[in-house]
């Protein structure tokens, strides 16, 4: 047997059978096949959750693709809602309306204005004064008259005035509105035609009735209506009408206009359509040729009348109209006294006198109006009936005929009638013959409303003739005058401008003009539905010419309106807010986009026939401050991770860079307390019992915290804590549980109790000791049986020699550091004793013996120095004679685990890792450079985690999608590399040095120890992942919690994410600025960024419909004109398909879109192009490479997830460039809150576009989440999933850590400039290593966020009422003390 670690045949698994029996071929037909030996099936479904959920992810993510930059292009291009538009100027809402602009822009003098008066008498000074004085300002009254028949079409609602002056023709202001306008606020007709009605106001009291059996038979219905005539013959027969009475076919020749109500009056709840030819709201029906639905021959009446109630309709003074219908007008009781000059005679029976009137009941409230006559207390003469109220007919549509035998104005008679004279109409007020009192309105008391008529004498009170008495009053309804109080401005040159708004101007939060505010300059039509101007010298006589002025005092129309350009927000903080999206846009397609390829394939299940492959495992746990139960409870999981029935060595090394020789005791003690565990027993071997042992303890320990272990924290450690970590509380339970009490007597396990014991007094002593610094201290443990165990434990603490605090601490051999000398024949295995002759070169005493090589002693004073140690340490010991398999693994490669000292794998760590570095054929995979496993603090819960100690968001979604091309990242600790050495690889290697010979003043070449992992700046892990990726190897990404930390302290770990930051800029410097190998292909994908950012700001600022193809002459241009035209073509019937009415009335915003969208659509086209001319190249190079066999002078990648990888590398040397994007994000907030807003967007439109983009990157990041966990569900029954709380925590610290990047990259750049000037080691840090500035930066920072805060509510709250920004739109932008 070959030397070195080997199982017998005979050994057995925990199970206690053989392994050896499983795979003879005696026992195959009575075993079970393992599923990793079972025959692969011929096809896999096509379709699997995890399928689907990559099948979402990819389709969102082109959606997010194509979303994103619309968006971005949407926000500088689509029009400003236009109740923004002039925000400049005080407010005035434009026209919302699709089409209003156009309404003033085809109208032609749709107002006329009076003239501006020319003499100084005709204008008014006294609206300003100066101390007393008036000054040369004034106002003067202006007649409006409306007459544009497209504001009826385009269904304007009420129109109100605005009136407009200047001085030049560019400054304007307001000078009137609304509340200057008589007799009413706003244009009661909007043309001439309709504008021109007449009223006709009726007496307070209708006709007294004559009999009762009239009352009675007007109580049952009632029509009124009014017949309006312009023709004097038709008067006149209406007038001495027989009886007062008109049949219904003569109204065909006596009335032009007819109309009325109908139903019952006087507040009754009798439906009005119960009458026939009566509608609902109580007016009669009229068509051309019928009446109350009867039809009239030769009927041909035009126009309509209305009738209106007076609010006061007993009394005499101004009408004021209500809109009730006719059942609810208010009705009253009226006097009439029928008594004359010969009333004596009368009374004493005069022939020919008549007799008195027949006396009803005035106590008879329910009679219809005009019923009733003589009441009690009233004389013989006397009558008191109910009337209707008094009311105002208004006939609209009525023209004057043609002809000579009309009136100058019409005519009306008011008539009623009732079912039961069908046919019959009735003069429904008396007309006053003189002889008479006309009849009064009552009051409530019943005393006449008219004070005066009881002393009035019939004969004195004056007669009017009928014609004037039936007359109609002509009312200019679209006419209206402007009085002003405020100033128009000085005498002199005007220009004064009427405009017409709508009533939506003041329905949208717009509540009145202020005098004299600022307005924007023509065109108008923007603002205004109907617009006009005059212009002149105003209250001057003399009138020279002016310019944008006709002779004749008018403003051409085609300078006040014009075609309006829509207002975009294309102003600087929206540019810059559309800039910063895009580059968060570009940086987090950086992200997302490793997420759309699939993961590399791997072994899923761990076969112990697998580590035959390797030539050792390795778990290094390096150390330099962390006490004895916190390195113990490390290399505790350490022991306890070992491979089942490994095949190779597994060794655990401890490099101690603290030099501590009470950890070296410790582990020393760990040795013997491993030897003391029980051999091999009926229930197992010795390789059971330790794997045994070591899995309680990993158990009992993992959930353990520094401050329990009193690491960093004064005190001594509890009893409980402390029989965990010495193994006594393992081995209870493994005598109580696992049966170790009846397996093996007392004095089997004696030995094992005797070794806790003094592990365990061990532990109590905190006593801290240093010895040989300068010297290298190795102890190796390995069983007494070398072929029992696998395991071989290391204790490592390199040299670590005191130097001069006045010499820089260089990496390469130089005045005041330590070095070593090698002869030129030295072998490999003199190494260790090389070493120990270190020594300080002193200055001018340098050796320059030219027989040996100087070589430093320490070229890494930090973590990658310890590491590359234990490499070569171990590597060294691997080919001791002693060590040597005799078979393939002593030139197979090895795997290297990192577990930092606050960290413990658990028992299943290799048997998880172990499988991802080998094919679905359990070949070793040469392509798996290390594996990744994401980091755990048990006590750090998610809603606890407040600076996102378990780095969550990137474990549990970047990583997860990084591994979808084998790009995460080795974050150090829990991970593991596979190191491969060519046979024959020396130990040393010659490196050229930084600084310059001070004689030969030039980079010499000197020897170095040879470095596996980097050792040019704190981020060891960060720059060998790059190495990894720069020769085309991938990672894999395990998503599982295979390791437990202990979490730092709130400082340590803020100085930690500095420290990554800083060494972060060191890399990228170190990277982009030299000539290593493959870093050509990072400069070619940064490139590549930078070109796609340039194509988003060009394609969203561009406003030419063409490309730079085209501008530098590789594309026809004509050709590319054709296509163009093409192309807009189909955009602009696309668009007429989805809002046909919209573009129609608006062709300006429909350009606006389409070229929106073809800049886009050239902009995806063009990047589909390079994309495509990319894949194709690489899949070229692939089939050259891998399938023909041929190789390239240079390495260039040759699979699409290789450029994935270079991303992600390029991602993590420039992240920190995009620290100042979280200083933008608040200080815009901030602008936002204190700065007037320039910028307004549409709603539906930026909801759309926010809700899309939301929608798409939730669903990727569950998509994603749910495709690993379905995965690991499957493999491991465990579930590892993103939360909200997760998020949120990163979001948070990546506004907190800010300062701390821009301190970084700072600090980095220092630290650069010393690496390259001065050949200064920088991968090293002590302790906190500015904890306490990262600290300070931190706190002061959230402070200042905090008072910012406080500060922008107490601003809102005291400043909002008068601000227009993003808080101040919450309120109206008036102050109280000015509304209305």
């Known amino acids: 047997m070959p030397p070195g670690y080997s199982y017998q045949s005979d050994s057995s698994d925990e199970a206690g059978y053989s392994t050896s029996a499983i795979g003879s071929d005696d026992s195959q037909e009575n075993t079970l096949t393992p599923k990793s030996q079972q025959r692969k099936p011929w096809c896999r479904s096509p379709f699997s959750m995890a399928g689907v959920c990559h099948a979402c992810y990819v389709c969102q993510f082109l959606i997010f693709m194509v979303v994103f930059p619309l968006w971005a292009k949407w926000l500088v291009t689509s029009p400003m809602p236009t109740q923004y538009w002039h925000d400049t100027y005080p407010k005035w809402p434009a026209i919302g309306a699709v089409g209003g602009h156009e309404l003033a822009l085809n109208s032609v003098n749709p107002i006329q204005m009076s003239a501006i008066p020319q003499t100084p008498d005709s204008c008014n000074y006294s609206c300003s004064s100066w101390r007393g004085f008036r000054t040369a300002e004034m106002n003067f009254q202006v007649s409006l008259t409306l007459n544009d028949s497209m504001l009826s ?4 609602h009420t129109v109100y005035p605005v009136l407009l002056a200047s001085a030049d023709f560019k400054d304007w202001w307001v000078v009137a509105d609304r509340r200057h306008a008589w007799p009413s606020p706003f244009w009661r007709a909007r043309t001439a035609k309709a504008g021109h009605s007449y009223s006709y106001l009726t007496d307070t009291c209708t006709k007294p009735p004559t009999s009762n059996a009239e009352g009675s038979d007007r109580f049952t219905s009632t029509y009124v209506l009014a017949c309006v005539t312009w023709s004097p013959t038709a008067f ?9 009475e008109i ?11 007819v109309g ?13 359509d119960r009458l026939p030819g009566c509608t609902a709201d109580g007016t009669i029906e009229v068509t051309k040729t019928s009446v109350a639905g009867t039809q009239i021959p030769h009927a041909n009446f035009v126009g309509n009348v209305k009738m209106r109630e007076c609010l006061h309709g007993s009394s005499s003074s101004e009408c004021e109209t209500a809109t009730g219908l006719f059942k609810s007008w208010k009705c009253h009781k009226c006097l009439y006294d029928s008594s004359t000059d010969d009333e004596d005679r009368r009374l004493q029976g005069i022939p020919g006198m008549g007799a008195p009137p027949i006396a009803i009941d005035d106590d008879d409230d329910d009679a219809l109006p005009g019923a009733g006559v003589a009441g009690a207390g009233k004389s013989a003469s006397s009558q008191v009936y109910l009337s209707l109220p008094r009311f105002k007919v208004i006939a609209e549509g009525t023209s004057v005929p043609s002809g000579t035998d009309v009136f ?9 009638s009732s079912v039961a004279h069908r046919g019959m109409w009735k003069k429904l007020y008396k007309v006053n013959d003189g002889k008479t009192k006309p009849p ?5 008391k019943g005393e006449p409303v008219d004070k005066t008529w009881s002393a009035q004498e019939p004969g004195s009170i004056p007669m009017i003739d009928a014609a004037s008495a039936h007359a109609m009053n002509l009312q200019a309804q679209n006419r209206l005058d402007i009085e002003p109080s405020w100033c128009y401005g000085m005498q002199g040159p005007m220009y004064l401008v009427a405009c017409a708004v709508n009533s939506t101007l003041y329905d949208s939060g717009f509540t009145r003009f202020k005098a004299g505010q600022q307005a924007a300059p023509p065109p108008f039509n923007d603002r205004c539905m109907a617009v006009a101007g005059r212009c002149g010298h105003a209250c001057q006589a003399e009138q020279p010419s002016m310019t944008n002025c006709s002779s004749n005092g008018h403003i051409e129309q085609k300078l006040l309106v014009g075609s309006v350009q829509e207002e975009k927000n294309q102003t600087t903080p929206v540019w810059l807010f559309v800039y910063v999206l895009l580059i968060g846009f570009g940086v987090k397609v950086v992200m997302l986009c490793p997420g759309i390829f699939s993961p590399y394939p791997h072994c899923r299940r761990y076969d112990p026939v697998l580590t035959e492959s390797l030539r050792y495992i390795v778990v290094c746990v390096p150390s330099a401050g962390e006490n004895k139960c916190t390195v113990l409870r490390n290399v505790i999981g350490a022991v306890g991770c070992m491979p089942k029935d490994c095949k190779c060595r597994y060794h655990v090394a401890f490099v101690d860079e603290g030099h501590r020789a009470e950890q070296k005791a410790a582990f020393g003690k760990l040795g013997k307390l ?4 029980p051999k091999s027993s009926k229930t197992g071997s010795y390789s059971f019992h330790v794997s045994q042992f070591f899995h309680q303890w990993v158990d009992d320990t993992k959930k353990l915290e520094l401050k329990l272990v009193k690491d960093g924290v004064k005190g001594d450690i509890e009893t409980p804590i402390l029989e965990r970590m010495s193994g006594r509380a393992t081995l209870r339970k493994l005598k109580r549980e696992q049966g170790w009490e009846h397996d093996f007597p007392a004095h089997v396990l004696q030995p094992l109790e005797a070794a806790i014991d003094i592990l365990e007094q061990d532990l109590k002593n905190t006593k801290r000791e240093q010895r040989d610094l300068h010297r290298d201290d190795v102890y190796d443990w390995e069983p007494q049986d070398r072929n029992s ?15 001069d605090e006045r010499t820089i601490k260089a990496q390469h051999v130089a005045p005041g550091t330590w070095y070593y000398q090698v002869p030129v024949k030295a072998q490999q295995s003199e190494w260790l004793q090389l070493r120990a002759q270190g020594k300080e070169m002193v200055y001018g005493l340098e050796d320059d013996d030219i027989t040996k090589r100087n070589v430093p002693l320490r070229t890494s004073r930090g973590k990658a120095g310890g590491l590359n140690f234990t490499e070569n340490y171990l590597s060294l010991y691997a080919d001791e004679p002693k060590n040597l398999y005799g078979d393939q693994r002593d030139d197979s490669p090895y795997l290297f685990s990192i577990c930092d000292a606050r960290h413990q794998f658990q028992t299943d760590f290799f048997h998880t890792t172990i499988p991802y570095f080998f094919d679905e054929d359990q070949n070793l995979d040469p392509r798996v450079g290390f594996t990744q496993c994401p980091q755990f603090f048990h006590e750090m819960a998610d809603k606890l985690d407040y600076l996102d100690n378990n780095n969550a968001q990137f474990f549990r979604l970047n990583c997860m999608i990084r591994n979808c091309c084998g790009g995460v990242s080795s974050c150090g600790t829990n991970g593991t590399w596979a190191i491969y050495h060519k046979p024959g690889d020396s130990i040393w290697e010659i490196e050229k040095t930084r600084v310059r010979d001070a004689e030969t003043k030039i980079k010499s070449k000197e020897y170095v120890e040879r470095r596996t992992f980097h050792e040019s700046c704190k981020v060891e892990d960060t720059a060998s992942s790059l190495q990894q990726v720069l020769k085309g190897n991938h990672s894999q990404f395990i998503n599982r919690r295979l390791s437990y930390g202990m979490a730092k302290n709130p400082i340590d770990y803020l100085a930690a994410v500095q420290r990554w930051a800083e060494g972060g800029v060191v890399l990228s410097l170190q990277t982009f600025l030299s000539c290593h190998k493959g870093v050509y292909m990072i400069w070619f994908t940064f490139l590549f960024f930078i070109l796609f950012l340039a194509s988003l700001f060009n394609m969203v600022s561009e406003t030419r419909d063409t490309i730079v193809l085209v501008d530098m002459g590789l594309v026809d241009k004509d050709w590319f004109d054709s296509l163009m035209i093409k192309l807009t073509d189909h955009v602009r019937q696309w668009a007429f398909l989805i809002n046909p009415n919209a573009f129609q009335r608006n062709p300006q915003l429909l350009n606006d879109y389409v070229q929106m969208t073809t800049h886009f659509a050239l902009w995806v086209v063009g990047l589909s192009c390079c994309l495509l001319a990319i894949f194709l190249a690489t899949e070229f190079l692939k089939v050259l490479q891998r399938g023909i066999g041929c190789k390239l002078p240079c390495i260039w990648p040759d699979e699409m997830r290789w450029w994935g990888r270079l991303l992600i590398s390029m991602d993590n040397l420039t992240y920190f460039l995009w620290f100042w994007t979280a200083f933008f994000w608040i200080g815009f907030n901030y602008y936002s809150v204190v700065a007037e807003r320039s910028y307004h967007f549409g709603a539906t439109g930026m909801f759309s576009f926010m809700l899309i983009v939301q929608i798409l990157s939730w669903g990727m990041v569950i998509s994603s989440s749910l495709r690993y966990t379905l995965g690991t569900s499957m493999e491991a029954n465990e579930v590892i999933s993103l939360s909200m709380d997760n998020i949120w925590r990163s979001t948070q610290l990546f506004y907190m850590s800010a300062p701390l990047l821009a301190y970084s990259i700072i600090k980095g750049v220092q630290d650069y400039m010393r690496y390259m000037m001065y050949g200064e080691d920088i991968s090293y840090w002590v302790g906190g290593d500015r904890g306490a500035m990262s600290t300070n930066l931190v706190k002061y920072w959230t402070l200042l966020l905090i008072i910012g805060a406080v500060g922008a509510w107490i601003y809102y709250f005291t400043s909002s009422s008068v601000q227009v920004g993003a808080l101040g739109i919450c309120s109206s932008s008036i102050p109280w003390f000015e509304k209305e």
């Not at 219904?248 to 020749?253: K, N, R």
């Not at 009064?440 to 409530?444: E, I, Y």
């Not at 395991?791 to 020699?801: G, N, Q, S, V």
């Open 153 to 156: 079409k385009a269904y304007a």
């Open 236 to 244: 006149a027969k209406l007038e001495s009408a027989k009886g007062d």
């Open 247 to 257: 049949m219904e076919s003569e109204l065909a020749t006596l009335c032009n206009t």
């Open 260 to 272: 009325g109500v109908c139903g019952w009056s006087c507040d009754s709840t009798i439906p009005s």
């Open 408 to 416: 100058s104005q019409p005519r009306t008679f008011i008539l009623t």
């Open 440 to 444: 009064v309105a009552l009051d409530s």
């Open 674 to 677: 491993i030897d003391a565990i």
């Open 789 to 803: 165990l696998a395991l071989r434990l290391h204790y490592l603490a390199r040299a670590k020699p005191p130097e």
